[in-house]
């Protein structure tokens, strides 16, 4: 039955009913919304806008009906127009006409801007937990392979040599402020609508910073038109999940290049990995495409929220139960991915060796060539570069690395080179000496990642 039946002469048609149904995907916020009742019906007992007893026993029967839903012993009608209309009429059904107060004061407009707050509130709090223990996990992988020496990429071609630990790290800051992205969304959304009635408040004496207050918010929103018909909250974390998922699925992306034959600097632990059906030989990183593949969702959820809301005159209008759907998704989708995520980077084995192997070759050491040049012998960086270049190109046609050309060969495109070069352009040197803050130096590996963990204490 609706809750709106007065106007009307006929019950809504089945196929209407299904279509304007929201209860498939918000029932999931019963208890938000029954919290969220207790408050509201606390507050009408102590205004004295309904009697204090009857009050009490709204707030101890919607305690029961949150219990029976959780037991089992009340299922969620799924032909119920919403999750407010569900409890409301259980509610009802319950106590008679004190049910048929609690709605004093309150339209499910205010009611379901409150609990999908509520709803977020909760779910990006285990998300951070989440965030927090990856980034705990790229931080100790760090301090492990801190002096790994691993070739730094641009374009995909070898550029310079970095560690490992400080690859890993890069990856730890971007996570950092994708949590302090989902902090600074959920600061703002820390205002209870509660009050704005159905757009324009109400004639009620209504508490409203009392509400507020129960329901753990810092304050009421401040107009009932924007407290009712505003989903920026949505929209923000549907962005902040999907920065997030951008930067799992660069990580993804390399997780799968660096497990591939053609890398090998990683391997997988078997548990994060499947098969093939038809080659059986194959061992594929799954897990990490896919959850390269579900970032797309992710965006698409932002996408709708954005087109959703730009066109919508205020107040509330239905369109807006589109909200729900779109940033649960975003946030369950980033939970998703980053439950097998975490334990997949904990397991993997990191092949030094290999890495090592791939900064031998590949020039990386090239501009510590040049910069030896200028730093030692006074030449200008200019000249030193076309200089290299000439000796790489000399290398090339030798098959050899600048670690293994001869001096003499050094001296005949520059006169200026003595046995002090090798030395310079060792890999372990070149990367030990990028100790400016921010770089890749075993030393400021290690140091930065305990800097990270101490950083995470912050977000808790
Ligand atoms: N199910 C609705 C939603 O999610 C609740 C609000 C309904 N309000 C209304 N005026 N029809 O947005």
């Given amino acids: 039955m609706k809750l709106w039946k007065g106007r009307f002469k006929k019950e809504a048609d089945p196929k209407t009913n299904d279509f304007n149904s929201s209860i498939a995907f918000d029932s999931r916020m019963f208890r938000q919304d029954i919290e969220g009742s207790i408050a509201h019906a606390t507050m009408l007992g102590r205004q004295g806008i309904i009697d204090e007893g009857e009050s009490m026993r709204i707030c101890v029967e919607l305690g029961k009906i949150r219990q029976d839903i959780e037991t089992g012993a009340l299922a969620i009608d799924p032909d119920a127009e919403d999750i ?26 205010d009611q379901v801007a409150l609990d999908v707050r509520l709803t977020l509130r909760e779910e990006c709090g285990g998300l951070k937990g989440q965030l927090i223990g990856l980034v705990q996990v790229l931080a100790q992988k760090a301090e492990q392979h801190a002096a790994a020496v691993v070739p730094g990429y641009t374009h995909m071609q070898r550029a310079q040599p970095v560690t490992f630990g400080h690859h890993l790290l890069a990856y730890a800051e971007m996570l950092l402020r994708d949590l302090s992205r989902f902090e600074d969304a959920l600061k703002r959304m820390d205002q209870c609508p509660l009050g704005s009635g159905a757009l324009a408040g109400t004639t009620y004496p209504l508490d409203r910073a009392l509400t507020a207050k129960l329901l753990g918010f810092t304050s009421p929103t401040q107009n009932s038109l924007d407290g009712v018909s505003d989903r920026d909250f949505c929209a923000e974390i549907a962005f902040a999940a999907s920065m997030t998922m951008v930067h799992l699925s660069r990580l993804c992306e390399e ?64 369109d807006m139960q589109e909200d729900k759907e779109a940033v649960f998704d975003a946030v369950d989708t980033l939970k998703l991915c980053l439950t097998p995520l975490t334990p997949m980077l904990e397991t993997m084995r990191v092949l030094e060796e290999n890495m090592r192997a791939a900064a031998a070759k590949g020039f990386i050491n090239a501009t510590d060539c040049a910069d030896w040049l200028v730093a030692v012998k006074g030449l200008p960086f200019r000249d030193a570069y076309k200089i290299t270049g000439e ?14 050309l001869p001096l003499e060969d050094y001296q005949a495109v520059c006169q200026s080179f003595d046995q002090g070069v090798y030395e310079a352009i060792s890999l372990e040197k070149t990367v030990g000496d990028r100790k400016v803050l921010g770089g890749p130096a075993p030393e400021n590996v290690r140091a930065q990642a305990q800097r990270v963990l101490k950083m995470l204490k912050e977000f808790r």
């Fill in 255 to 318: 997780l799968v290049l660096w497990c591939s034959w053609e890398f090998k600097f990683i391997e997988l632990d078997d548990a994060f990995c499947t098969g093939s059906s038809i080659m059986p030989q194959k061992k594929n990183p799954d897990l990490a495409e896919l959850i390269r593949g579900k970032s797309g969702r992710v965006f698409g959820d932002l996408m709708g929220l954005l087109t959703m809301m730009k066109g919508l005159p205020l107040a509330y209008n239905k």
């Fill in 84 to 109: 407010h209309t569900f409890v409301e009429q259980e509610l009802t059904a319950r106590l008679g006409d004190a049910g048929k107060r609690l709605h004093t004061g309150r339209s499910r407009n």
């Fill in 391 to 404: 000796l790489v190109a000399l290398c090339i046609d030798r098959g050899l690395t600048l670690e293994e």
